[in-house]
Structure formats: structure tokens, C-alpha cells
């Protein structure tokens, strides 16, 4: 089976339990407006320009056009890799003492990991029969079928609620929050350990509103507030796109 990916992280630690591998993978159906990882939105491979990197030597230049491989200071660089789930899954293992020592696993985020849910499926079950803990950090946009096949793979579930109101949900992230809030449902029956998690973008997802809707949603259940990523418009400007919340 195979992926595609942008990023693997090792020794993260707000990924889920303890110290553990994330992988990122490449690809996801809502455009957040205040997305901090906007290489991980296509599902294409895409090029990336760190401009300060750059020392104008030319090396790039072939037929007129610029390759990443032929850059030496890394200014240019192409995101999005195709990986296997065997090659992702003996990655882990390799590292399988040390996240065990450390109380950690592996985790899938991207992007939207649910959006290559066959590929995510296979590697969630692999991992299990390795005995790894596993986790996903998802927005919960995926089919209803698909999303009870992968959560039940999972260890952890870490889910995405933004906003309650869904016309504002739709302005603000390109999709409608039906089939969020009826997988987050699901996630609550379900028995499994999960957080939702509300990223804090100023005057959209925090306001008094938002958050008391939320809150009366959430119930009982375990609920993360997390601080706006004011660096998220850097990595708009290396992919040669407009940050809309500048
Ligand atoms: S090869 Fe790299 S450093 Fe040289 S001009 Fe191209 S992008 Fe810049």
C-alpha cells in the first residue's frame, strides 16, 4: 500500500501519550484559513522556496526550469514523498524500544491522515501487530464507514472541533461540520482514550459563542484549547501562496 507524505518527526511530544514518531500525511479536503501546516493541504507533491536559503547561484536552472534536486543549499525543496506502508511501519520498529521505554508510539497527522484512509488503515494495523501504540490527529472529515474502521486501529484520537456554527464553519475551512460532529459522536460512544482540540484563532474560533457551544457539545468529555501558531504565514509565503489572515 502505498502514501504520500510531507514530514516525519521524531521525539514529538504533543502528539499524543509520551515521546513518540509522527508522520504527516500529505493531503487534506478542508482549507482552514489559519492552516499552519499549508504544505500538507495538496496532495500532489509541490516545491518549496525557503528564500533566505537561497544564495542566487543558478544550480537550479535547468531547461529553463528549477529543480530541487540540483539545489545545494536546500533553499528549494520538494515536499511530498510517496512512501509504503512497510517502509513506513519498519521505521517505527526500528525505534519500537525506545517509544516503548518513553511510554510513546507512533502518530498520523498531516493534512488530513483520514483522507488516505486505506493507506492509513494498513499502516494503523501493521503497527498494532507490532505490538506499537498508535494515534491520529485528525478533523474528523472523512467517511462515516472509514473513520469506524481506522479509530478502531487507534490507541488515541486526537479530533479537531473548530466551530459549532456550520455556515461560519463552512466560510472558514471550505467544508460543512455535519460529518465532523457526527464522527466526533461516534469518537464519544466509541470507549476509546481521545481529546477533541480546539485551535484558538482570534475572533473566529475563540469567541465567547463558539466556545460556550462547544462546551455544551463537549460535555464531560476531554477538551484541549490550543494557542495560536503566529508562524503559520511563513510557510505560505516558501509556497508562494497568500496567508489570508495576515
Ligand atoms: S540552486 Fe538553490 S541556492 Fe542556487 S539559485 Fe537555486 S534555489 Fe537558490
Not at 56 to 67: I, L, P
Request: glycine share 8%.
Amino acid at each position: 500500500m502505498r502514501g504520500m507524505i510531507f514530514d516525519v518527526q521524531e521525539m514529538t511530544v504533543h502528539d499524543g501519550p509520551g515521546c513518540r514518531i509522527t508522520f504527516f500525511l500529505k493531503g487534506c479536503p478542508l482549507t482552514c484559513r489559519w492552516c499552519h501546516n499549508p504544505e500538507g493541504q495538496h496532495f500532489e507533491q509541490e516545491i518549496m522556496f525557503v528564500k533566505n536559503r537561497c544564495t542566487h547561484c543558478g544550480s537550479c536552472v535547468q531547461n529553463g526550469k528549477r529543480n530541487p534536486e540540483l539545489c545545494p543549499t536546500g533553499a528549494l525543496k520538494t515536499c511530498g514523498q510517496q512512501i509504503t506502508s512497510e517502509e513506513l511501519v519498519q521505521r517505527a520498529v526500528k525505534m519500537k524500544s525506545t517509544l516503548e521505554m518513553l511510554e510513546g508510539g507512533v502518530t498520523f497527522s498531516g493534512g488530513e491522515p483520514c483522507a488516505q484512509p486505506e493507506f492509513l488503515l494498513d499502516c494503523l494495523t501493521q503497527l498494532k501487530k507490532e505490538g506499537i501504540h498508535t494515534a491520529i490527529e485528525t478533523s474528523g472529515y472523512c467517511d462515516e464507514i472509514w473513520f469506524r474502521k481506522i479509530i478502531e486501529q487507534c490507541d488515541y484520537v486526537m479530533m479537531d472541533l473548530k466551530l459549532m456554527d456550520d455556515h461560519q464553519h463552512y466560510q472558514m475551512t471550505g467544508v460543512s461540520n455535519k460529518i465532523i460532529l457526527k464522527n466526533a459522536e461516534i469518537l464519544k460512544n466509541s470507549g476509546l482514550s481521545f481529546c477533541f482540540r480546539t485551535p484558538l484563532i482570534p475572533g473566529i474560533t475563540d469567541t465567547e459563542k463558539n466556545l460556550s457551544e462547544l462546551a455544551l457539545w463537549i460535555g464531560q468529555s476531554p477538551w484541549e484549547k490550543i494557542p495560536y501558531n503566529e508562524l503559520a504565514s511563513v510557510k505560505y509565503e516558501q509556497l508562494n501562496r497568500t496567508y489570508s489572515l495576515k
